[in-house]
């Protein structure tokens, strides 16, 4: 090894300085991080997508075939499932960081943190939320829903998952560090989903009934933009203590 | 530039850390020294503002670290007990990151100092293996090329020599002597002794 490598490290003292990097490059570089952890982390992202679909697949068996039946419990069906998929996959959104040190990292490198949060969940919901959105038409058919309720059901998934993503966040974040934190992070997550379970599954069952869903779409998108205010910084504070509260 | 002053910390009735106070000035290092279990750990993140203390304060150039963050977070570097590097990364992916992170512009230049920084470490053959495969020693060097790639003030550096051979142990005195010689400060708990002839390393005890 080269020991004496002093005009190396000369020129790279003098290349940096102290110009702050944009909001978009630490943007781009945590979406980055994320997505090729992820993509070496298979388990990651298709164990909630599995979940969802076996669970949807499960009550046709156990509820019966009836069309009728299972035409009036799809919105709820779908709408519960897709809610524990996504909270099932919250869990590991800050506890691997946290294990291998690079959340004190990213703690200490004097980026906002809320952003990277954001990042975060952002890339998360594109690897977890996303999946179930795609593949959700199938399934409506799957439990006999008409045709005409599945563009609602997308769009309720679409504002609808990336809301709980965000909510979940912040459980994530609050038992960050803590062991089997599973059951808790549920509790703590549960009561703030619920509105975004009742709005969602009451908009896909009424277009199912061939009435309005506007109102109830328009909520979810006002829980959504709430979420995208508050839930970032909330998650980035309570990570700051998680962060502090282990040695 | 750094001052400690009046750090105590309790571990449920014991007290673990016990009216701990230094000073660091520009140009100088500190070793930290103590039996397992002693709060060195403990110790480093409180300074770093990644830990709690029950009383006391940091003071970075004369103003708590908590209410000047950015400012000190500029001119830290902490390397901690865990790598802080992710195991499925490649070592450049995960230098990339670290260099955004702490302000450089992603671009060619970059890039030629982290595998210069990588040659140095003798890491440049292994820098496309995600890190997960790589061993404990050579994970270590990874996490120790950051202080090639961000000039930092104050280093805060816990155990750095953990797993590291013999060529390792004298890289990391001589980047000692360099961050001292252009006037940073270092901060490190080790149980090595150090050997660096340039440099006076005063030594706090602690327990």
Not at chain 1, 74 to 88: F, M, Q, T, Y
Not at chain 1, 127 to 141: F, K
Not at chain 2, 132 to 139: E, I, T, V
């Given at each position: 090894m080269n020991l004496d490598n002093s005009p190396l490290n000369a020129t790279v003292s003098a290349e940096v300085d102290s110009t702050t990097v944009g909001i978009l490059a630490v943007l781009g570089c945590i979406l980055r991080r994320e997505w090729l952890v992820a993509l070496r982390n298979p388990g990651q992202w298709v164990n909630p997508l599995l979940f969802f679909v076996v669970v949807v697949s499960l009550f046709p068996l156990g509820v019966g075939p009836s069309p009728s039946t299972l035409a009036s419990i799809a919105p709820g069906v779908l709408w519960v499932s897709s809610l524990l998929a996504v909270l099932l996959s919250l869990g590991t959104l800050f506890d691997a960081d946290y294990a291998d040190g690079t959340l004190e990292q990213l703690v200490l490198s004097g980026q906002s943190l809320p952003l990277i949060v954001l990042a975060k969940v952002l890339m998360h919901w594109l690897l977890s939320?996303?999946?179930?959105?795609?593949?959700?038409?199938?399934?409506?058919?799957?439990?006999n829903l008409p045709v005409g309720a599945i563009p609602v059901l997308m769009l309720s998934l679409l504002l609808g998952t990336l809301a709980l993503s965000l909510i979940g966040a912040i459980g994530a974040a609050l038992t960050v560090g803590l062991n089997q934190s599973g059951v808790l992070l549920s509790l703590l997550v549960l009561p703030l989903s619920v509105p975004v379970l009742i709005f969602g599954s009451s908009a896909v069952a009424a277009a199912a009934s061939d009435l309005g869903s506007s109102g109830q779409?328009?909520?979810?998108?006002?829980?959504?933009?709430?979420?995208?205010?508050?839930?970032?910084?909330?998650?980035a504070l309570a990570l700051r203590i998680g962060v502090s509260g282990s040695s | 530039m750094l001052e400690v002053k009046g750090l105590t910390v309790w571990r449920g009735d014991n007290v673990l850390l016990n009216d701990i106070s230094f000073c660091l000035d520009i140009g100088s290092v500190l070793q930290i020294q103590g039996a397992n279990g002693s709060g060195k750990t403990t110790l480093l993140r409180i300074i770093c503002g990644v830990g709690l203390a029950d009383e006391g304060d940091v003071y970075w150039h004369g103003t708590p670290i908590h209410r000047n963050r950015d400012q000190f977070n500029d001119a830290l570097l902490y390397l901690g007990h865990k790598a802080g590097i992710k195991g499925g990364l490649t070592a450049i992916?995960?230098?990339?990151?670290?260099?955004?992170?702490?302000?450089?512009?992603?671009?060619?230049?970059?890039?030629?100092?982290?595998?210069?920084?990588?040659?140095?470490?003798?890491?440049?053959?292994?820098a496309h293996i995600a890190c997960r495969h790589l061993s404990a020693g050579q994970q270590r060097r990874v996490s120790l090329a950051r202080l090639l790639l961000q000039t930092a003030q104050l280093w805060v550096l816990d155990e750095p020599l953990t797993s590291l051979d013999k060529a390792g142990l004298s890289w990391v005195e001589t980047q000692i002597a360099k961050q001292v010689a252009r006037g940073g400060s270092v901060l490190l708990t080790t149980h090595a002794p150090l050997n660096i002839d340039t440099v006076e390393v005063g030594t706090l005890e602690l327990g």
């Amino acid at each position: 090894m080269n020991l004496d490598n002093s005009p190396l490290n000369a020129t790279v003292s003098a290349e940096v300085d102290s110009t702050t990097v944009g909001i978009l490059a630490v943007l781009g570089c945590i979406l980055r991080r994320e997505w090729l952890v992820a993509l070496r982390n298979p388990g990651q992202w298709v164990n909630p997508l599995l979940f969802f679909v076996v669970v949807v697949s499960l009550f046709p068996l156990g509820v019966g075939p009836s069309p009728s039946t299972l035409a009036s419990i799809a919105p709820g069906v779908l709408w519960v499932s897709s809610l524990l998929a996504v909270l099932l996959s919250l869990g590991t959104l800050f506890d691997a960081d946290y294990a291998d040190g690079t959340l004190e990292q990213l703690v200490l490198s004097g980026q906002s943190l809320p952003l990277i949060v954001l990042a975060k969940v952002l890339m998360h919901w594109l690897l977890s939320g996303l999946p179930l959105l795609l593949v959700s038409p199938l399934l409506a058919v799957l439990l006999n829903l008409p045709v005409g309720a599945i563009p609602v059901l997308m769009l309720s998934l679409l504002l609808g998952t990336l809301a709980l993503s965000l909510i979940g966040a912040i459980g994530a974040a609050l038992t960050v560090g803590l062991n089997q934190s599973g059951v808790l992070l549920s509790l703590l997550v549960l009561p703030l989903s619920v509105p975004v379970l009742i709005f969602g599954s009451s908009a896909v069952a009424a277009a199912a009934s061939d009435l309005g869903s506007s109102g109830q779409l328009m909520i979810l998108a006002a829980v959504l933009l709430l979420a995208l205010a508050l839930a970032p910084l909330t998650a980035a504070l309570a990570l700051r203590i998680g962060v502090s509260g282990s040695s | 530039m750094l001052e400690v002053k009046g750090l105590t910390v309790w571990r449920g009735d014991n007290v673990l850390l016990n009216d701990i106070s230094f000073c660091l000035d520009i140009g100088s290092v500190l070793q930290i020294q103590g039996a397992n279990g002693s709060g060195k750990t403990t110790l480093l993140r409180i300074i770093c503002g990644v830990g709690l203390a029950d009383e006391g304060d940091v003071y970075w150039h004369g103003t708590p670290i908590h209410r000047n963050r950015d400012q000190f977070n500029d001119a830290l570097l902490y390397l901690g007990h865990k790598a802080g590097i992710k195991g499925g990364l490649t070592a450049i992916e995960n230098l990339r990151i670290f260099c955004t992170l702490s302000g450089r512009t992603k671009n060619k230049q970059t890039d030629l100092a982290i595998e210069s920084a990588l040659d140095g470490l003798s890491l440049l053959s292994k820098a496309h293996i995600a890190c997960r495969h790589l061993s404990a020693g050579q994970q270590r060097r990874v996490s120790l090329a950051r202080l090639l790639l961000q000039t930092a003030q104050l280093w805060v550096l816990d155990e750095p020599l953990t797993s590291l051979d013999k060529a390792g142990l004298s890289w990391v005195e001589t980047q000692i002597a360099k961050q001292v010689a252009r006037g940073g400060s270092v901060l490190l708990t080790t149980h090595a002794p150090l050997n660096i002839d340039t440099v006076e390393v005063g030594t706090l005890e602690l327990g």
